[in-house]
């Protein structure tokens, strides 16, 4: 089988989950016989493409440049991605198409898979197609009350600043910008507004928003099947009627094996995070909850590239005043089981409903408990796999008390760790995978 995956990013440029996933996936079934490409994007380079033999997956990179976009419409759609992207489908010609995920590519590309009648398959790894920021959060990182609404526009503009309204160009903008005296520039930087969204108006941001949606309801309307590693997401994207809840299918994630040790609670309790260095994974919030540990008890080791995200990073480390709060930095991937045969949990304090994070798989399969809130897939799937120690979703002073009570009561963590059930493999998922792929083609 001819098996081509479109994904945003791709190992080793990004090692978030949809990319881990992707890469694992991709290398699973091409170890079993198929024929395995992959389409993703980079933005270090402006313009041009480049392909590589990843093993023997080959991938095709298209260089995006600049991930700010100049217009609300050009955050979904690109060009130039989807001129290369029809080549590419025209030169390796798929029997079947699996879109992880377009952002920062191009919704367009289902488009372009449905006038060429390639089928294809999607996987919802997050709320991208009903969420122009993808995470239901405003720039502060509170909830946006609009979830899927008009003020959706809005809530974009926060997050990139440099979006103008309509047709205009960045030039004209940037002279409507000079107009405004710095009193008031200065005001709206406080209120964490950027000044275009100061100019937007309602009913153009409702045309917007709603022409996005119409777009990504058509797009995903035309796939042959819609999968979702976790019933909370499923749930959600039926909620918002982006995607009938019955079309979507539940398909949990493989996982590659890591060495699961065996291990007793240390004297010194070891907490982990492990993750990407952005506002919404709650770097802030745990390092806020863990000030109130006492620094001789425990340990917070830190492991996440700080690097792309530096006035995050260096907010974050401000905000630790634990001495026993340690900034580890990036990781490879075969550096994982190491670290977590290190520690004694790890900690999820994300701000936002996740879906089904690789990190809590990839503990649980080495046998660490996870501590984690009490909402989205991460909830999920601590039930259906054990393992899980919660607290009050977004409450920092709720992690501070859970952490306490663990190292207070060492036997939470054994009795977590004792709890973790067995998590399908890679293959398992592949060969899962495999058996939905043969059935589209089969029709």
């Known amino acids: 089988m001819r098996i081509l ?10 090692l978030a989950g949809v990319e881990v ?59 130039s991605v989807e001129w290369e992207f029809a080549q590419f489908v025209d030169t390796i010609r798929p029997d079947i198409v699996h879109i992880q995920h377009c952002y920062q590519l191009s919704i367009k590309i289902m488009e372009i898979l449905a006038h060429k009648r390639i089928p294809f398959v ?64 200065k005001r709206t930087i406080r209120k964490g507004i950027s000044v275009a969204s100061k100019y937007a108006s309602r009913s153009k941001a409702k045309k917007l928003v709603r022409k996005r949606r119409t777009i990504m309801q058509n797009a995903l309307s035309g796939a042959a099947a819609i999968f979702s590693p976790s019933n909370f997401m499923r749930e959600v994207y039926g909620r918002q009627e982006v995607v009938p809840k019955e079309r979507i ?95 004694d949990a790890i900690i999820v304090p994300s701000l936002c409903w996740e879906n089904s994070p690789m990190t809590i798989l990839e503990a649980f399969t080495a046998g660490v408990p996870v501590i984690t809130a009490n909402a989205g897939g991460a909830k999920e799937l601590t039930e259906r796999y054990g393992g899980g120690i919660l607290f009050n979703f977004r409450d920092q002073e709720d992690l501070s008390r859970t952490l306490i009570r663990i ?4 036997e939470i963590l ?30």
């Open 5 to 14: 995956q479109v994904v945003h990013r791709y190992p080793p440029e990004s």
């Open 21 to 79: 996933y992707t890469k694992s996936l991709s290398d699973n079934l091409a170890q079993d016989g198929h024929n395995v490409f992959v389409f993703t994007g980079d933005p270090s380079k402006d313009g041009g493409s480049e392909e590589k033999n990843d093993g023997p997956v080959i991938v095709h990179r298209v260089y995006t440049g600049q991930i700010d976009s100049p217009s609300f419409d050009k955050s979904y759609t690109n060009e």
């Open 122 to 185: 999607v996987t919802l790894h997050d709320y991208w197609y009903c969420c122009p920021t993808i995470t239901f959060l405003r720039s502060d990182n509170s909830w946006c009350r609009h979830r899927g609404g008009d003020e959706c526009y809005f809530s974009y503009l926060e997050y990139n600043p440099v979006t103008i309204t309509g047709s205009g160009s960045a030039s004209r903008y940037l002279k409507r910008l000079k107009r405004v005296t710095p009193r008031i520039i």
């Open 249 to 343: 299918q539940v398909i949990p994630h493989g996982i590659k094996g890591l060495t699961k040790h065996q291990r007793h609670t240390n004297e010194v309790v070891q907490f982990g995070y492990i993750g990407t260095f952005i506002l919404h994974k709650g770097l802030d919030l745990l390092v806020r909850a863990f000030n109130a540990v006492p620094p001789e008890s425990a340990k917070l080791h830190i492991y996440s590239d700080y690097s792309r995200n530096p006035q995050y990073a260096r907010d974050v480390k401000r905000a630790a005043q634990n001495p026993s709060i340690f900034f580890k930095g990036g990781y490879q991937n075969d550096q994982l089981s190491s670290i977590l045969s290190e520690l």
């Open 407 to 410: 190292i207070k009561q060492r």
């Open 414 to 443: 054994d009795n977590a760790r004792r709890s973790i059930k067995s998590i399908p493999t890679i293959q398992e998922h592949g060969k899962r995978i495999i058996d939905e792929y043969s059935a589209i083609l089969s029709k």
